[in-house]
Structure formats: C-alpha cells, structure tokens
C-alpha cells in the first residue's frame, strides 16, 4: 500500500525558508518515476509546484516559484525534498505530496496523479 507522508511544514515571515519532506513508504521513489509537491490556498484550485521524474532526469516548476524553489529527491531513503526559499504570504497553502506510476513530460495537473498525502501547512505572514 502506497503511503506518502509530508512534514516540515509551518509559519514563517516573509522572505524566509521552509524545507519540506516527503517520505513514500510501498513505493520506491526510482520507480515511482514522477513525484512532486501541488498546493491548495482556500478558494483555490490545486495548483503544481514542483515535480521530479527521476527516471528522466527532468524536473519541472511552476511559474511563481521558479528561482525560489528546489525539488530534490533522496532514493536511499525514499524521501522527496522542497526547499522553499523567498517566501511570500502568496505561497500561503496547503502543500501535498503526489506521486504517479508514468513520466512527467511537464508540470501535470493534479488530476494526473493517483497517490497523495494527507498535506501540510505552510503559512507566510507579511
């Protein structure tokens, strides 16, 4: 069973840094081929941060947070990374884990995705 788990999460000012984990348990994150972070504020739909397809060496980022953000994944410990710096109170969301069985050829929808943690908080103040 498929389990992702995300931590790491919490509430800083603007401009400062966050590192988020994910740990994939019932699925190595070499063969899962793409993985990636996607975030929820209230009222909005789920939007893609960051993926990582592993077996293609690629990785993909979403406009507001390209140069801010880094996906990283560490397959010895199952684990995906994303660190967050330059934090604005626009990056205020939900941040979930996802992950799929095929390639990313670019920064899927949500819809794309099978796997998902529970989420976790992140809160930007001004």
């Known amino acids: 069973q498929v389990q992702l788990v995300e931590s790491g999460g919490g509430s800083v000012q603007a401009g400062g840094s966050l590192r988020l984990s994910c740990a994939a348990s019932?699925?190595?994150?070499?063969?899962?081929?793409?993985m990636g972070w996607f975030r929820q504020a209230p009222g909005k739909e789920r939007e893609g941060v960051a993926l990582?397809?592993?077996?293609?060496?690629?990785?993909f980022y979403g406009d507001s947070v390209r140069g801010r953000f880094t996906i990283s994944q560490d397959p010895a410990k199952n684990k995906v990374y994303l660190q967050m710096n330059g934090l604005k109170p626009e990056d205020t969301a939900m941040y979930y884990c996802?992950?799929?069985?095929?390639?990313?050829?670019?920064?899927?929808?949500?819809?794309?995705?099978?796997?998902w943690g529970q989420g976790i908080q992140v809160t930007v103040s001004s």
């Open positions: 990582i397809d592993a077996r293609r060496s690629a990785i």
């Open positions: 996802a992950a799929r069985g095929n390639s990313c050829y670019t920064l899927l929808a949500a819809a794309y995705f099978g796997y």
């Open positions: 019932g699925y190595s994150t070499t063969s899962s081929i793409c």
